[in-house]
Protein backbone atom coordinates (compact mmCIF):
# COMPACT_ATOMS: atom_id res chain seq x y z
CA UNK A 1 0.00 0.00 0.00
CA UNK A 2 1.54 3.48 -1.32
CA UNK A 3 1.85 5.93 1.30
CA UNK A 4 0.30 8.37 -1.23
CA UNK A 5 -2.57 6.64 -0.92
CA UNK A 6 -3.26 5.90 2.83
CA UNK A 7 -4.92 9.10 3.76
CA UNK A 8 -7.36 9.00 0.76
CA UNK A 9 -8.27 5.25 1.32
CA UNK A 10 -8.40 5.42 5.32
CA UNK A 11 -11.18 8.74 4.69
CA UNK A 12 -13.30 6.48 2.13
CA UNK A 13 -13.62 3.71 4.53
CA UNK A 14 -13.83 6.08 7.37
CA UNK A 15 -16.98 7.71 5.91
CA UNK A 16 -18.01 4.38 4.07
CA UNK A 17 -18.36 2.94 7.67
CA UNK A 18 -19.86 5.61 9.31
CA UNK A 19 -22.75 5.04 6.99
CA UNK A 20 -23.21 1.17 7.51
CA UNK A 21 -25.84 2.24 10.14
CA UNK A 22 -27.24 5.44 9.14
CA UNK A 23 -29.72 5.76 12.03
CA UNK A 24 -27.28 5.18 14.69
CA UNK A 25 -24.78 8.13 13.14
CA UNK A 26 -27.62 10.17 12.90
CA UNK A 27 -28.57 9.95 16.37
CA UNK A 28 -24.81 10.68 17.34
CA UNK A 29 -24.74 13.65 15.22
CA UNK A 30 -27.81 14.97 16.51
CA UNK A 31 -26.88 14.07 20.12
CA UNK A 32 -23.81 16.31 19.14
CA UNK A 33 -24.71 19.02 17.14
CA UNK A 34 -27.12 19.93 20.36
CA UNK A 35 -24.66 19.74 22.87
CA UNK A 36 -22.39 22.40 20.69
CA UNK A 37 -25.70 24.60 20.33
CA UNK A 38 -26.27 24.27 23.78
CA UNK A 39 -22.82 25.46 25.04
CA UNK A 40 -22.71 28.18 22.13
CA UNK A 41 -26.51 29.30 23.00
CA UNK A 42 -26.29 29.56 26.37
CA UNK A 43 -22.79 31.38 26.75
CA UNK A 44 -23.90 33.64 24.11
CA UNK A 45 -27.30 34.17 26.47
CA UNK A 46 -25.48 34.79 29.62
CA UNK A 47 -22.26 36.85 27.82
CA UNK A 48 -25.07 38.97 26.89
CA UNK A 49 -26.70 39.54 30.15
CA UNK A 50 -23.28 39.96 31.97
CA UNK A 51 -22.64 42.71 28.91
CA UNK A 52 -25.85 44.33 30.14
CA UNK A 53 -24.73 44.35 33.64
CA UNK A 54 -21.73 45.86 32.96
CA UNK A 55 -22.91 48.73 30.93
CA UNK A 56 -25.30 49.62 33.03
CA UNK A 57 -23.16 49.65 36.26
CA UNK A 58 -20.48 51.77 34.29
CA UNK A 59 -23.20 54.05 32.80
CA UNK A 60 -24.74 54.80 36.34
CA UNK A 61 -22.23 57.22 37.45
CA UNK A 62 -19.12 54.74 37.29
CA UNK A 63 -17.18 55.17 34.28
CA UNK A 64 -14.49 53.71 33.02
CA UNK A 65 -12.02 55.71 35.91
CA UNK A 66 -12.21 57.62 38.48
CA UNK A 67 -10.71 60.51 40.10
CA UNK A 68 -11.15 62.00 43.52
CA UNK A 69 -8.70 63.11 46.56
CA UNK A 70 -8.10 59.21 48.10
CA UNK A 71 -10.16 60.11 51.28
CA UNK A 72 -13.47 60.16 49.16
CA UNK A 73 -14.74 57.12 48.50
CA UNK A 74 -14.72 55.86 51.97
CA UNK A 75 -16.07 59.70 53.05
CA UNK A 76 -18.09 61.65 49.96
CA UNK A 77 -18.40 65.11 51.89
CA UNK A 78 -17.79 68.17 50.63
CA UNK A 79 -14.39 68.12 52.49
CA UNK A 80 -12.90 66.26 50.59
CA UNK A 81 -13.12 68.68 46.97
CA UNK A 82 -9.86 69.91 44.67
CA UNK A 83 -9.06 72.09 41.79
CA UNK A 84 -8.48 70.44 38.93
CA UNK A 85 -4.95 70.86 38.18
CA UNK A 86 -4.09 71.76 34.45
CA UNK A 87 -1.68 68.16 34.16
CA UNK A 88 -4.85 66.43 34.94
CA UNK A 89 -6.49 68.08 31.50
CA UNK A 90 -2.98 67.23 29.28
CA UNK A 91 -3.45 63.34 30.63
CA UNK A 92 -6.96 63.65 29.95
CA UNK A 93 -6.43 64.66 26.17
CA UNK A 94 -4.74 61.59 24.73
CA UNK A 95 -6.97 59.93 22.34
CA UNK A 96 -7.37 56.60 24.46
CA UNK A 97 -9.87 59.38 26.25
CA UNK A 98 -13.31 59.14 24.51
CA UNK A 99 -15.14 62.03 26.75
CA UNK A 100 -14.65 62.65 30.48
CA UNK A 101 -16.52 64.94 33.39
CA UNK A 102 -15.95 67.35 36.48
CA UNK A 103 -18.82 66.26 38.56
CA UNK A 104 -19.79 67.45 42.39
CA UNK A 105 -21.06 65.07 44.71
CA UNK A 106 -22.11 65.42 48.17
CA UNK A 107 -24.81 63.84 50.48
CA UNK A 108 -27.87 65.96 50.84
CA UNK A 109 -31.48 65.82 52.02
CA UNK A 110 -34.29 67.42 49.72
CA UNK A 111 -38.14 68.27 50.74
CA UNK A 112 -41.30 68.70 49.40
CA UNK A 113 -44.09 70.36 51.26
CA UNK A 114 -45.18 67.10 52.02
CA UNK A 115 -42.03 64.87 52.27
CA UNK A 116 -38.34 64.53 52.97
CA UNK A 117 -35.69 62.15 52.11
CA UNK A 118 -31.82 61.84 52.26
CA UNK A 119 -30.05 61.97 48.95
CA UNK A 120 -26.98 62.46 47.17
CA UNK A 121 -26.92 65.86 44.40
CA UNK A 122 -24.41 65.27 42.06
CA UNK A 123 -24.06 68.59 39.85
CA UNK A 124 -23.21 67.91 36.39
CA UNK A 125 -22.45 69.35 32.84
CA UNK A 126 -25.47 67.88 30.84
CA UNK A 127 -23.69 67.88 27.77
CA UNK A 128 -20.88 66.11 28.46
CA UNK A 129 -22.23 62.94 30.34
CA UNK A 130 -23.90 62.38 26.86
CA UNK A 131 -22.50 59.22 26.39
CA UNK A 132 -21.01 58.55 29.97
CA UNK A 133 -23.62 57.89 32.05
CA UNK A 134 -27.37 56.93 32.07
CA UNK A 135 -28.60 60.85 33.25
CA UNK A 136 -29.59 61.90 29.34
CA UNK A 137 -31.16 58.61 28.13
CA UNK A 138 -33.33 58.74 31.32
CA UNK A 139 -35.25 61.02 31.05
CA UNK A 140 -39.11 60.40 30.21
CA UNK A 141 -40.63 63.44 31.55
CA UNK A 142 -40.21 66.63 31.39
CA UNK A 143 -36.59 68.16 29.81
CA UNK A 144 -33.29 67.41 30.07
CA UNK A 145 -30.81 70.37 31.74
CA UNK A 146 -29.82 72.35 28.87
CA UNK A 147 -26.35 74.41 30.88
CA UNK A 148 -24.12 73.76 33.81
CA UNK A 149 -25.74 76.51 35.72
CA UNK A 150 -29.63 75.39 34.48
CA UNK A 151 -31.91 76.51 37.86
CA UNK A 152 -33.72 73.61 37.53
CA UNK A 153 -33.56 69.74 38.86
CA UNK A 154 -33.67 66.20 37.82
CA UNK A 155 -35.62 63.94 39.71
CA UNK A 156 -36.54 60.05 40.18
CA UNK A 157 -39.89 59.05 39.27
CA UNK A 158 -39.54 56.70 42.59
CA UNK A 159 -38.44 59.68 44.57
CA UNK A 160 -40.99 62.21 43.15
CA UNK A 161 -43.80 59.56 44.18
CA UNK A 162 -42.36 59.26 47.93
CA UNK A 163 -42.26 63.23 48.04
CA UNK A 164 -45.37 63.41 46.98
CA UNK A 165 -44.02 65.75 44.00
CA UNK A 166 -44.07 66.06 40.58
CA UNK A 167 -42.91 67.70 36.96
CA UNK A 168 -42.67 71.70 37.71
CA UNK A 169 -43.40 71.65 41.61
CA UNK A 170 -40.78 73.31 43.83
CA UNK A 171 -38.49 71.43 46.57
CA UNK A 172 -35.80 72.66 48.35
CA UNK A 173 -32.66 71.26 49.02
CA UNK A 174 -30.35 71.35 51.52
CA UNK A 175 -26.15 70.56 52.37
CA UNK A 176 -23.61 71.63 54.01
CA UNK A 177 -21.12 74.31 52.26
CA UNK A 178 -17.41 74.73 52.36
CA UNK A 179 -17.56 77.01 55.81
CA UNK A 180 -19.43 73.86 56.99
CA UNK A 181 -23.16 75.74 57.11
CA UNK A 182 -26.46 74.62 56.23
CA UNK A 183 -26.64 75.58 52.12
CA UNK A 184 -30.40 75.48 51.08
CA UNK A 185 -31.77 76.33 47.69
CA UNK A 186 -35.33 75.88 46.02
CA UNK A 187 -35.51 73.89 42.95
CA UNK A 188 -38.20 73.32 40.10
CA UNK A 189 -38.33 70.04 39.07
CA UNK A 190 -37.84 69.99 35.16
CA UNK A 191 -37.35 66.64 34.36
CA UNK A 192 -38.25 63.08 35.92
CA UNK A 193 -36.19 60.35 34.97
CA UNK A 194 -36.84 56.47 34.94
CA UNK A 195 -33.63 54.07 35.38
CA UNK A 196 -32.79 50.33 36.37
CA UNK A 197 -32.15 49.60 39.21
CA UNK A 198 -34.67 51.55 40.24
CA UNK A 199 -32.78 52.31 43.59
CA UNK A 200 -31.12 55.04 41.75
CA UNK A 201 -34.28 56.64 41.24
CA UNK A 202 -34.75 57.22 45.43
CA UNK A 203 -30.82 57.83 45.65
CA UNK A 204 -29.93 61.00 43.21
CA UNK A 205 -30.87 64.23 42.22
CA UNK A 206 -29.56 66.21 39.31
CA UNK A 207 -28.83 70.05 39.51
CA UNK A 208 -26.35 71.78 37.13
CA UNK A 209 -22.39 71.94 38.35
CA UNK A 210 -22.12 75.79 37.86
CA UNK A 211 -25.13 75.70 40.28
CA UNK A 212 -24.16 73.13 42.92
CA UNK A 213 -20.51 74.90 42.96
CA UNK A 214 -22.53 78.31 43.23
CA UNK A 215 -25.13 76.73 46.47
CA UNK A 216 -22.24 75.18 47.82
CA UNK A 217 -19.43 78.03 47.70
CA UNK A 218 -17.15 76.13 46.11
CA UNK A 219 -15.94 78.21 43.40
CA UNK A 220 -14.10 76.21 40.75
CA UNK A 221 -13.70 72.90 43.04
CA UNK A 222 -15.25 69.39 42.39
CA UNK A 223 -15.37 66.32 44.12
CA UNK A 224 -14.81 63.88 41.02
CA UNK A 225 -13.79 63.26 37.71
CA UNK A 226 -15.26 59.91 35.60
CA UNK A 227 -13.88 59.06 32.46
CA UNK A 228 -14.94 56.72 29.64
CA UNK A 229 -11.91 55.11 27.46
CA UNK A 230 -11.85 53.38 24.59
CA UNK A 231 -11.05 50.33 25.61
CA UNK A 232 -12.75 49.05 29.15
CA UNK A 233 -10.51 46.05 29.97
CA UNK A 234 -7.24 47.49 28.95
CA UNK A 235 -6.48 50.62 31.55
CA UNK A 236 -3.31 50.01 32.46
CA UNK A 237 -1.41 52.57 29.77
CA UNK A 238 -3.64 55.15 31.18
CA UNK A 239 -3.94 54.79 34.70
CA UNK A 240 -0.50 55.27 34.67
CA UNK A 241 -0.21 58.09 32.94
CA UNK A 242 -2.87 59.37 35.13
CA UNK A 243 -0.91 58.91 38.22
CA UNK A 244 2.43 60.51 37.10
CA UNK A 245 -0.11 63.34 36.08
CA UNK A 246 -2.17 63.61 39.42
CA UNK A 247 0.06 61.80 41.65
CA UNK A 248 -1.88 63.29 44.67
CA UNK A 249 -5.34 62.21 43.73
CA UNK A 250 -6.56 58.77 43.94
CA UNK A 251 -7.19 57.28 40.32
CA UNK A 252 -9.29 54.10 40.15
CA UNK A 253 -10.73 51.69 37.64
CA UNK A 254 -14.28 50.29 37.59
CA UNK A 255 -12.63 47.11 38.33
CA UNK A 256 -12.22 48.72 41.91
CA UNK A 257 -15.22 50.77 41.97
CA UNK A 258 -17.45 48.19 41.35
CA UNK A 259 -15.93 45.02 42.88
CA UNK A 260 -19.22 42.91 43.15
CA UNK A 261 -19.54 43.29 39.28
CA UNK A 262 -16.21 42.04 39.09
CA UNK A 263 -16.46 38.65 41.16
CA UNK A 264 -19.98 38.41 39.19
CA UNK A 265 -18.16 38.15 35.77
CA UNK A 266 -15.87 35.73 37.64
CA UNK A 267 -18.18 33.70 38.58
CA UNK A 268 -20.11 33.55 34.93
CA UNK A 269 -16.90 32.65 33.74
CA UNK A 270 -16.38 29.23 36.04
CA UNK A 271 -20.08 28.51 35.69
CA UNK A 272 -19.77 28.03 31.24
CA UNK A 273 -16.66 26.47 32.25
CA UNK A 274 -18.77 23.93 34.90
CA UNK A 275 -21.35 23.92 32.27
CA UNK A 276 -19.56 23.22 29.15
CA UNK A 277 -17.86 20.04 31.13
CA UNK A 278 -20.83 18.51 31.63
CA UNK A 279 -21.97 18.71 28.32
CA UNK A 280 -18.66 17.81 26.83
CA UNK A 281 -18.86 14.51 29.50
CA UNK A 282 -21.97 13.35 28.40
CA UNK A 283 -21.41 13.25 24.59
CA UNK A 284 -17.86 12.02 24.94
CA UNK A 285 -20.08 9.04 26.46
CA UNK A 286 -21.93 8.80 23.19
CA UNK A 287 -18.99 9.26 21.34
CA UNK A 288 -17.09 6.29 22.95
CA UNK A 289 -20.00 3.90 23.21
CA UNK A 290 -20.80 4.37 19.46
CA UNK A 291 -16.90 3.80 18.27
CA UNK A 292 -16.65 0.91 20.71
CA UNK A 293 -19.98 -0.47 19.17
CA UNK A 294 -18.51 0.29 15.11
CA UNK A 295 -15.26 -1.42 16.87
CA UNK A 296 -16.87 -5.07 18.64
CA UNK A 297 -19.41 -5.17 14.87
CA UNK A 298 -16.30 -5.20 12.77
CA UNK A 299 -13.59 -7.13 14.29
CA UNK A 300 -13.39 -9.65 11.80
CA UNK A 301 -12.78 -7.76 9.19
CA UNK A 302 -9.99 -5.49 10.93
CA UNK A 303 -8.55 -8.77 11.47
CA UNK A 304 -8.92 -9.30 7.78
CA UNK A 305 -7.37 -5.99 7.27
CA UNK A 306 -4.33 -7.16 9.07
CA UNK A 307 -3.57 -10.08 7.52
CA UNK A 308 -3.82 -8.47 4.29
CA UNK A 309 -1.08 -5.84 4.78
CA UNK A 310 -2.99 -2.89 6.48
CA UNK A 311 -0.65 -2.13 9.97
CA UNK A 312 -2.34 -1.59 13.04
CA UNK A 313 -1.32 2.21 13.51
CA UNK A 314 -3.54 2.57 9.97
CA UNK A 315 -6.50 0.95 11.37
CA UNK A 316 -6.34 3.63 14.47
CA UNK A 317 -6.25 5.69 12.11
CA UNK A 318 -8.99 4.78 10.36
CA UNK A 319 -11.21 4.98 13.40
CA UNK A 320 -9.90 8.18 14.68
CA UNK A 321 -10.63 9.44 10.99
CA UNK A 322 -14.26 8.13 11.73
CA UNK A 323 -14.25 10.20 14.85
CA UNK A 324 -12.64 13.22 13.31
CA UNK A 325 -15.72 13.24 10.53
CA UNK A 326 -18.54 12.70 13.09
CA UNK A 327 -16.97 15.63 15.04
CA UNK A 328 -16.65 17.70 11.97
CA UNK A 329 -20.00 17.27 10.76
CA UNK A 330 -21.22 17.89 14.67
CA UNK A 331 -19.48 21.31 15.49
CA UNK A 332 -20.74 22.43 11.52
CA UNK A 333 -24.41 21.35 12.70
CA UNK A 334 -23.88 22.91 16.26
CA UNK A 335 -22.57 26.15 15.50
CA UNK A 336 -25.28 26.82 11.98
CA UNK A 337 -27.92 25.89 14.52
CA UNK A 338 -26.28 28.18 17.53
CA UNK A 339 -26.25 31.17 14.79
CA UNK A 340 -29.74 30.56 13.69
CA UNK A 341 -30.65 30.77 17.18
CA UNK A 342 -28.68 33.92 18.23
CA UNK A 343 -29.94 35.52 15.07
CA UNK A 344 -33.71 34.68 15.77
CA UNK A 345 -32.73 36.41 19.55
CA UNK A 346 -31.44 39.62 18.21
CA UNK A 347 -34.48 41.83 19.46
CA UNK A 348 -33.71 40.17 23.13
CA UNK A 349 -35.92 37.77 25.31
CA UNK A 350 -38.07 39.16 26.84
CA UNK A 351 -38.45 38.96 30.34
CA UNK A 352 -40.66 41.87 31.47
CA UNK A 353 -43.17 39.79 33.15
CA UNK A 354 -40.80 38.79 35.93
CA UNK A 355 -39.21 42.11 35.71
CA UNK A 356 -39.02 43.09 39.29
CA UNK A 357 -37.90 39.43 40.53
CA UNK A 358 -34.48 39.69 37.76
CA UNK A 359 -34.23 43.29 38.73
CA UNK A 360 -33.14 42.26 42.28
CA UNK A 361 -30.29 39.74 40.59
CA UNK A 362 -29.16 42.55 38.67
CA UNK A 363 -30.34 41.05 35.60
CA UNK A 364 -32.33 43.33 33.22
CA UNK A 365 -35.68 42.42 31.69
CA UNK A 366 -34.71 41.93 28.32
CA UNK A 367 -31.80 40.30 27.43
CA UNK A 368 -29.62 40.29 24.25
CA UNK A 369 -27.65 37.43 23.57
CA UNK A 370 -23.96 38.71 22.72
CA UNK A 371 -21.68 36.69 20.90
CA UNK A 372 -18.19 36.13 22.70
CA UNK A 373 -15.11 34.97 19.80
CA UNK A 374 -13.50 33.21 23.19
CA UNK A 375 -16.68 31.18 23.82
CA UNK A 376 -17.42 30.33 20.53
CA UNK A 377 -13.72 28.91 20.04
CA UNK A 378 -13.39 27.69 23.70
CA UNK A 379 -16.47 25.26 22.81
CA UNK A 380 -15.30 23.99 19.39
CA UNK A 381 -11.50 23.29 20.72
CA UNK A 382 -13.09 21.65 23.49
CA UNK A 383 -15.51 19.39 21.87
CA UNK A 384 -12.93 18.89 19.13
CA UNK A 385 -9.71 18.26 20.99
CA UNK A 386 -11.37 16.07 23.19
CA UNK A 387 -13.23 14.22 21.53
CA UNK A 388 -10.51 13.49 19.59
CA UNK A 389 -9.16 12.45 22.85
CA UNK A 390 -12.03 10.41 24.07
CA UNK A 391 -11.93 8.28 20.31
CA UNK A 392 -8.22 7.13 21.18
CA UNK A 393 -9.49 4.31 23.56
CA UNK A 394 -11.51 2.62 21.05
CA UNK A 395 -8.95 3.45 18.30
CA UNK A 396 -7.11 1.48 20.16
CA UNK A 397 -8.78 -1.37 21.34
CA UNK A 398 -9.77 -1.90 17.14
CA UNK A 399 -6.02 -1.86 16.60
CA UNK A 400 -4.82 -4.32 19.24
CA UNK A 401 -6.08 -7.15 17.66
CA UNK A 402 -4.27 -10.27 16.70
CA UNK A 403 -5.16 -10.92 12.81
CA UNK A 404 -6.12 -15.11 13.55
CA UNK A 405 -7.98 -14.04 16.50
CA UNK A 406 -10.17 -11.66 14.99
CA UNK A 407 -11.00 -13.32 11.79
CA UNK A 408 -11.61 -16.55 13.63
CA UNK A 409 -14.05 -14.60 16.34
CA UNK A 410 -17.88 -15.73 15.91
Do not use: C
Not at 94 to 120: C, L, Q
Not at 316 to 326: D, F, M
Amino acid sequence: MRSEWRAPLLLTLAWRNLWRHTRRTLMILFAFALGVWSMIVIAAITRGSMEQQLDKSILNLTGHIQIHLAAFRDDPVIEHRFLPPPALSAALAGADVMTWVPRVRVPAVIASERESAGVTLVGIEPERERGLSFIPGAVTEGRYLEAPDDPGMLLGRKLAERLETGLGRRVVLMSQDVNNRVADRGFRVVGVFDTQPRQMEEAYVFIGRATAQQMLKLDDNITEVALMTTDRDHLEELLARLLVAVPALDVQPWTVLEPLLVLTRKITDVVLIIWYAIVFAAMSFGLINTLLMAVFERTREFGLFQSLGMRPAHILGQVLVESLILLALALAAGNLLAAATVYALRDGIDLTSVAEGMELVGVAPIIYPAWSAGDLAAANLLVFVLGLAASLYPAWRAARHVPVEAITRV
